[in-house]
Nanobody, 126 residues
Framework: VQLVESGGGLVHPGGSLRVSCAAS????????VGWFRRAPGKEREFVAG????????YYADSVKGRFTISRDNAKNTVSLQMNSVKPEDTAVYFC????????????????????WGQGTRVTVSS
């Protein structure tokens, strides 16, 4: 499964941005999906995750209440809506798919995710 992120760019603090992840295969709709990010000089970290049906989501404390993950299985896409962004949200954002998580489960652990995109850069700056 190939994953391609899009929608990154420059946004002012307090603004909004939506990044998306498109998958190459229909089996993507059966997988849990996570968004991760790597800020400059830092390790990659979990941001948000969604189970295969979209009925369960999970967020890192740092983005809870500001970011929303969603999916459209008919279009084979997962999106991350980022509101009230802060300079510390500056990072390369990656989507990843976990083919083994079933039901409502969402993993926050990177090694659970088998398929990864190349990332899209988000810069929050005035």
């Amino acid at each position: 499964v190939q994953l391609v992120e899009s929608g990154g760019g420059l946004v002012h603090p307090g603004g909004s941005l939506r990044v998306s992840c498109a998958a190459s295969e229909r089996t993507f709709s059966n997988y849990a999906v996570g968004w991760f990010r790597r800020a400059p000089g830092k390790e990659r970290e979990f941001v948000a995750g969604i189970n295969w049906s979209g009925s369960n989501t999970y967020y890192a404390d740092s983005v809870k209440g500001r970011f929303t993950i969603s999916r459209d299985n008919a279009k084979n896409t997962v999106s991350l809506q980022m509101n009230s962004v802060k300079p510390e949200d500056t990072a390369v954002y990656f989507c990843a798919a976990d083919p083994l998580r079933i039901g409502a489960l969402v993993s926050t652990i990177q090694r659970s995710y088998v398929y990864w995109g190349q990332g899209t850069r988000v810069t929050v700056s005035s």
